[in-house]
Every structure is written in C-alpha cells, then in structure tokens.
C-alpha cells in the first residue's frame, strides 16, 4: 500500500484526477471503477476540464446504486454521474456502467452487475472514497472480505447522514446494490482518495489496522497496487507517518516503496 500525504484536500484530489489521466493516456479503452460523494467532484471537475467534449472512450462501472431509485432522481448515482462527469466527457451511454436502482429483481439486478464487469475484462483502475466507518463502496461494517456484487443493508447512521439530501416526504433508502470488497480487490490498481479530519480515524485503521469486516477498508491491505491519497488532515492518526513521509516526501512517487 502507497501512502501519499499531501499539504491540502485540492492537492490530493489534482493527483488523483492527474492519475487517473495517465492511466487513459497509457490505455485510452480502459476500464474505470468510479465512486460518488463530495469528495470526487473536485476530481471529476479537473477530469472534465481535462477531457473536454470530444466523446471519451474509456469504459466505467460505478460501486454502487440505491436500491428503489430510477436514474432520474437528483439522489441516484447515475444523476450525480450524469452531472459531474459523463453528460460533460461525451461518454456513450453504453460505455456507462451503474447498476439499475429501480430493477424489479435487485438481487438478480446484482448478479447481472458483477457479470457485466467480468464481461468487460475487469477493471483497470478502480477509484474509491472512505467512508467514516471505514466502508468502501456500500460495504458497511461486519462486510465479507470475499463478498461479490451484492444489496447491502445500510447502517442507521448512513441512513440518518443522508437524510439531508432528501425531501421531508421522501423515504431514504435502506438497501444499495454495491460492488462487493472481493469485486474491489479484482481490480488491476485502485487509487483511495480521502481528505478532512472526519476521515483521520478510518484512515488510521485502514492503513495501520487489522484486517477485519469491522473496518471494511483493511481488505485493501491484501491488494498489490493500492495508493492511498489523503491530506495533513486526513493523516493526523497515522503512528507511522514519518515513515510514508520518508518514502514518499511530500507526496512524491519513489521508486521505491
């Protein structure tokens, strides 16, 4: 696992758009994992000024979807997808992979995901948040470590985070279909971003922490090519930061790791 510890959440988040760029540049067909949330939209702003309007050619597959929510809806991840990054790059329609929300069969919803991602030759590069509780994708707490494509729970704290985004006579929702953290770990290279002093804790333990389905995000101790892009904020639990900082000064890629 790389630790890369930059000045400030925009630094971060410019080299994670810069990566993720390179990778397109070595290998314009590429198979791109995408996440969701606040902390990737500075990475899709620098992604669209980068790419313009001339018709993207990778192909993406997001982690996760709320179960009972059409595309169209301002809370789905395909409208935050739509908004942020595909309707801005010109990616077609069928290059753009989310599961369907509103499927009548979410489970067998699932299984169609996970083999559309083994149909497509897997992905690349998969790009991932953290979540406070050390969740990647919607692998709440308790996750197998070895679990596929799967409708997952929510945690009643989730549920209670996102509340805010919805209206007073909306139901928010319980259940999404995610990617499962053996789904994750099949990627060829994965790129963590995660900034802000509300991460600190779950950065902590997914770096230095045991392996456990009690901090979801520890599975990735198991990956070969794993980089973790965080800022001052994000690392200030880490025991061993000197140590990244020595390897890596300033958030430079040595060599050597």
């Known amino acids: 696992m790389k630790i890369l510890i930059?000045?400030?959440?925009?630094?971060?988040?410019?080299?994670?758009?810069?990566?993720?760029l390179a990778t397109l540049a070595a290998q314009p067909c590429a198979v791109l994992g995408l996440a969701t949330g606040g902390t990737m939209k500075p990475?899709?702003?620098?992604?669209?000024?980068?790419?313009?309007?001339?018709?993207?050619?990778?192909?993406?597959?997001?982690?996760?979807?709320?179960?009972?929510?059409?595309?169209?809806?301002?809370?789905?991840?395909a409208y935050y997808m739509k908004t942020h990054l595909f309707d801005a790059v010109a990616l077609p329609g069928a290059q753009a992979h989310l599961p369907r929300g509103d499927a009548p069969d979410p489970a067998a919803e699932a299984t169609r995901y996970e083999a559309a991602i083994a149909a497509a030759g897997g992905i690349d590069l998969q790009l991932l948040g953290l979540g406070a509780n050390g969740h990647?994708?919607?692998?709440?707490?308790?996750?197998s470590l070895a679990s596929r494509t799967r409708i997952k729970t929510l945690t009643h704290k989730t549920v209670t985070d996102n509340a805010r985004y919805f209206g007073p006579d909306e139901v928010v929702p319980r259940l999404a279909i995610t990617m499962g953290?053996?789904?994750?770990?099949?990627?060829?290279?994965?790129?963590?971003?995660?900034?802000?002093?509300?991460?600190?804790?779950?950065?902590?333990?997914?770096?230095?922490?045991?392996?456990?389905?009690?901090?979801?995000?520890?599975?990735?101790?198991l990956h070969a090519?794993?980089?973790?892009?965080?800022?001052?904020?994000?690392?200030?639990?880490?025991?061993?930061?000197?140590?990244?900082?020595?390897?890596?000064?300033?958030?430079a890629d040595e060599i050597y790791t």
């Not at 930059?6 to 993720?20: G, K, M, Q, Y």
């Not at 971003?193 to 333990?205: C, H, P």
């Open 181 to 221: 953290i053996g789904t994750i770990l099949d990627s060829r290279a994965i790129l963590l971003l995660a900034t802000g002093a509300g991460k600190r804790d779950a950065v902590a333990r997914m770096i230095e922490g045991s392996i456990s389905a009690a901090c979801p995000a520890t599975a990735l101790q």
């Open 136 to 143: 990647i994708g919607f692998n709440e707490p308790t996750s």
């Open 225 to 251: 090519n794993v980089t973790v892009l965080i800022d001052e904020a994000a690392a200030a639990n880490l025991k061993l930061r000197d140590y990244y900082e020595t390897v890596h000064p300033g958030g």
């Open 6 to 20: 930059f000045p400030d959440a925009a630094t971060a988040s410019a080299e994670t758009a810069r990566r993720i």
């Open 43 to 77: 990475v899709y702003e620098a992604l669209r000024t980068a790419l313009g309007q001339s018709p993207a050619t990778f192909t993406s597959f997001n982690l996760d979807e709320y179960v009972g929510l059409p595309s169209t809806h301002p809370q789905s991840y």
